[in-house]
């Protein structure tokens, strides 16, 4: 569990308590005093700010705790994360100051009429006198928050500054957050299109199944650049990504294997997808209710269509079924549905992607002696399944060619590059994936959705490099 470090602030009364009892009990709560400040002192009383590092769960048992002591008044309490969030973690910037009025007259009236004619007499100017060339809309509804749920469009904003920070910090695209106040299908898609000409490219993000898939499908229907619905594509690119290089760890070829995905929602379906078209012949896909069976009826439309691809498996069961002789299990869907003997029951030098958040499906510390190569979406073991390592490239590329969409060629181009980062002298079990901070990924995944998107007949622009 991540540890985060929170700045108490408490006056003391001397003759009630000491502050030898006070650091003992946030010890013994699970609290580590780091520092302390005096921030004002007399006979009786003190004011200190105490910087206290503890799991976010014993956290609040301390600051619970000394609410309630006797010769303790809580003053304040502020972690290192809120002080992080404070005005927001974004802001815009012009490109050029205005210190007079010739700078004025240039950049807006009268200079900037003339402009504004060239881009109506042909909107494609738009690219390169505005900032949609390279600007992304990151926007949601905030009904499916990752590892939150449902908690609406204003307490999901945090994560979406998060996101538009991290595409200018890795791949340098200026992102917007946009949080949409309505969860109905069609509301959502005629507002993304009437905000769409200011933007070269959508991010969708944290839109709750099924909805997310007939969203997606219309804006990329329905408008001219690149969407893509990165808790789907993101996370599917980058499991395939890991999967290409563990299947090389563990000697053992894409078309042989049999594979297992548990949580059949939307990443669960974008996974499916992409190892079908990466060269699985052997798959099933369980849900709650067990198995997805070929040649089955579902009233569902994207488990239809699972049902209808010959690669899967006609086989009735439920997890604990399946699972036995699977040579990979990748799960998205909840903690603690496998332990031990389930993963002894794969087959010999199996892998294992359990990537549910917080807890994984399988304990790691039960999985671990026991397969071959093990990942989860967490920071705290080896090999995080993470999508940051996608979408800061997938859209610098996207953006860079002008393409119309994110097809099928350019994620699996996108899957192959990353798995690429990883060298054959660095691959190993506890390394299948790079970290999110390798410099390397950006401009590697760039230059593969760029030759796909030409391929494919999705660019509308060749980069200079590509003549």
Same mark, same amino acid.
């Given at each position: 569990? #991540?540890?985060?470090?929170?700045?108490?602030? &408490?006056?003391?009364?001397?003759?009630?308590?000491?502050?030898?009892?006070?650091?003992?009990? !946030?010890?013994?709560?699970?609290?580590?005093?780091?520092?302390?400040?005096?921030?004002?002192?007399?006979?009786?009383?003190?004011?200190?700010?105490?910087?206290? *590092?503890?799991?976010?769960?014993?956290?609040?048992? !301390?600051?619970?705790?000394?609410?309630?002591?006797?010769?303790?008044?809580?003053?304040?309490?502020?972690?290192?994360?809120?002080?992080?969030?404070?005005?927001?973690?974004?802001?815009?910037?012009?490109?050029?100051?205005?210190?007079?009025?010739?700078?004025?007259?240039?950049?807006?009236?009268?200079?900037?009429?003339?402009?504004?004619?060239?881009?109506?007499?042909?909107?494609?100017? %738009?690219?390169?006198?505005?900032?949609?060339?390279?600007?992304? #809309?990151?926007?949601?509804?905030?009904?499916?928050?990752?590892?939150?749920?449902?908690?609406? /469009?204003?307490?999901?904003?945090?994560?979406?500054?998060?996101?538009? =920070?991290?595409?200018?910090?890795?791949?340098?695209?200026?992102?917007?957050?946009?949080?949409?106040?309505?969860?109905?299908? *069609?509301?959502? @898609?005629?507002?993304?299109?009437? &905000?769409?000409? !200011?933007?070269?490219? !959508?991010?969708?993000?944290?839109?709750?199944?099924?909805?997310?898939? *007939?969203?997606?499908?219309?804006?990329?229907?329905?408008?001219? &650049?690149?969407?893509?619905?990165?808790?789907?594509?993101?996370?599917?690119?980058?499991?395939?990504?890991? $999967? $290409?290089?563990?299947?090389?760890?563990?000697?053992?070829?894409?078309?042989?294997?049999?594979?297992?995905?548990?949580?059949?929602?939307?990443?669960?379906?974008?996974?499916?997808?992409?190892?079908?078209?990466?060269?699985?012949?052997?798959?099933?896909?369980?849900?709650?209710?067990?198995?997805?069976?070929?040649? #089955?009826? +579902?009233? +569902?439309?994207?488990?239809?269509? $699972?049902?209808?691809?010959?690669?899967?498996?006609?086989?009735?069961?439920?997890?604990?079924?399946?699972?036995?002789?699977?040579?990979?299990?990748?799960?998205?869907?909840?903690?603690?549905?496998?332990?031990?003997?389930?993963?002894?029951?794969?087959?010999?030098?199996?892998?294992?992607?359990?990537?549910?958040? /917080?807890?994984?499906?399988?304990?790691?510390?039960?999985?671990?002696?026991?397969?071959? @190569?093990?990942?989860?979406?967490?920071?705290?073991?080896?090999?995080?399944?993470?999508?940051? $390592?996608?979408?800061?490239?997938?859209?610098?590329?996207?953006?860079?060619?002008?393409?119309?969409?994110?097809?099928?060629? =350019?994620?699996?181009?996108? #899957?192959?590059?990353?798995? %690429?980062?990883?060298?054959? %002298?660095?691959?190993?079990?506890? +390394?299948?994936? /790079?970290?999110?901070?390798?410099?390397? @990924?950006?401009?590697?995944?760039?230059?593969?959705?760029?030759?796909?998107?030409?391929?494919?007949?999705?660019?509308?622009?060749?980069?200079?490099?590509?003549?």
């Amino acid at each position: 569990m #991540a540890n985060t470090s929170v700045i108490i602030r &408490i006056e003391l009364n001397h003759e009630e308590i000491k502050f030898g009892d006070v650091a003992a009990a !946030i010890s013994s709560l699970g609290g580590d005093v780091t520092s302390v400040d005096i921030i004002r002192s007399g006979k009786t009383a003190s004011i200190r700010d105490i910087t206290v *590092e503890a799991a976010d769960s014993d956290e609040l048992k !301390i600051v619970e705790f000394l609410g309630r002591q006797n010769g303790i008044k809580l003053v304040n309490v502020s972690d290192r994360t809120f002080l992080a969030h404070l005005g927001g973690k974004i802001t815009i910037q012009p490109t050029l100051p205005i210190k007079n009025r010739d700078d004025l007259s240039r950049v807006y009236t009268p200079g900037v009429a003339r402009v504004c004619k060239a881009i109506h007499e042909d909107p494609k100017k %738009s690219y390169s006198l505005t900032i949609k060339r390279n600007t992304v #809309a990151v926007i949601t509804d905030g009904t499916a928050v990752l590892g939150l749920g449902d908690i609406g /469009p204003i307490a999901a904003a945090p994560v979406m500054e998060g996101k538009a =920070m991290l595409f200018k910090q890795l791949a340098d695209v200026d992102a917007f957050p946009i949080c949409l106040d309505t969860t109905d299908t *069609e509301e959502i @898609v005629q507002t993304i299109k009437r &905000i769409s000409p !200011i933007f070269g490219g !959508i991010n969708l993000e944290d839109i709750s199944s099924p909805r997310c898939f *007939e969203i997606e499908q219309r804006l990329a229907e329905e408008l001219n &650049i690149p969407v893509f619905h990165d808790d789907q594509h993101g996370t599917a690119i980058v499991v395939l990504a890991g $999967l $290409l290089n563990a299947l090389k760890v563990v000697n053992k070829r894409i078309e042989n294997v049999r594979v297992v995905v548990n949580g059949i929602g939307a990443a669960g379906v974008s996974i499916c997808k992409m190892l079908l078209g990466a060269g699985v012949t052997r798959l099933v896909p369980v849900d709650r209710e067990g198995t997805i069976v070929r040649g #089955a009826t +579902y009233a +569902y439309p994207m488990w239809q269509w $699972l049902a209808d691809q010959p690669q899967v498996e006609d086989v009735k069961g439920s997890l604990t079924d399946v699972i036995q002789d699977a040579d990979v299990f990748i799960g998205v869907s909840r903690g603690g549905l496998l332990h031990r003997e389930h993963i002894q029951s794969m087959a010999p030098r199996s892998i294992v992607f359990a990537m549910a958040n /917080p807890d994984p499906e399988v304990d790691p510390e039960e999985a671990t002696p026991h397969v071959e @190569v093990f990942a989860t979406g967490r920071s705290d073991y080896p090999n995080q399944i993470n999508n940051v $390592l996608v979408f800061p490239g997938i859209f610098r590329g996207a953006l860079d060619c002008r393409a119309k969409e994110i097809n099928e060629p =350019m994620k699996l181009a996108a #899957a192959r590059a990353i798995a %690429s980062v990883v060298t054959e %002298s660095e691959l190993n079990s506890q +390394y299948i994936i /790079p970290s999110i901070f390798n410099d390397q @990924v950006v401009p590697i995944i760039r230059k593969a959705v760029i030759e796909a998107a030409i391929i494919t007949g999705s660019a509308q622009r060749i980069p200079p490099e590509f003549r």
